[in-house]
């Protein structure tokens, strides 16, 4: 096992209802550490521009309509293999698939509106760390 840092996101339906204090909570009882934090109000463009691996998709509207819509919580968590295992804190990307210790069910509306994000391999980490922390901000 390798020390490995992750982007993760909590993203607006989850800061919104009040759950950013117990996602956190999770994510330090499991044994990440928060190496950098802070809330941003995307705009739609830097939505789309996060997200323009999925440009060509149909939910692409959809999906950076609502995470410019309101606050996120951005986070780069180191832990061994944190790739792999913020993926498998957050469950399924569709919360109903989840089990009941998973993030996305626990705080999850739907596949769209599923509380958090994570990079899915090294190279998506590595862009989506640099899309919001400066190496200038990084602890
Ligand atoms: P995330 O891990 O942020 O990566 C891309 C996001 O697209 C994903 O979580 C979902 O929230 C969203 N997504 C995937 N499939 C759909 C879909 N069919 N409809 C709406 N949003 C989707």
């Known amino acids: 096992m390798a020390i490995e840092e992750t982007f993760a996101i909590i993203k607006p339906d989850a800061v919104k209802a009040g759950h950013t204090g117990p996602i956190i909570a999770a994510i330090e009882e499991n044994g990440f550490r928060i190496k950098n934090m802070k809330k941003v109000h995307l705009t739609r463009a830097q939505?789309?521009?996060?997200?323009?691996?999925?440009?060509?998709?149909?939910?692409?509207?959809?999906?950076?309509?609502?995470?410019?819509?309101?606050?996120?919580?951005?986070?780069?968590?180191?832990?061994?293999?944190?790739?792999?295992?913020?993926?498998?804190?957050?469950?399924?990307?569709?919360?109903?698939?989840?089990?009941?210790?998973?993030?996305?069910?626990?705080?999850?509306?739907?596949?769209?509106?599923?509380?958090?994000?994570?990079?899915d391999a090294p190279d998506t980490a590595a862009f989506e760390k640099a899309y919001f922390f400066s190496c200038f901000e990084r602890i």
Not at 85 to 106: C, F, I, S, V, Y
Request: glycine share 10%; charged share 20%; aromatic share 10%.
């Open 47 to 119: 939505a789309e521009g996060f997200y323009y691996v999925h440009r060509e998709r149909g939910f692409f509207g959809e999906l950076t309509e609502f995470m410019s819509s309101a606050p996120c919580v951005v986070m780069i968590l180191e832990k061994d293999n944190a790739i792999l295992a913020w993926r498998d804190l957050m469950g399924p990307t569709n919360p109903a698939q989840g089990e009941p210790h998973h993030l996305r069910k626990r705080f999850g509306q739907s596949i769209g509106e599923n509380a958090t994000h994570g990079s």
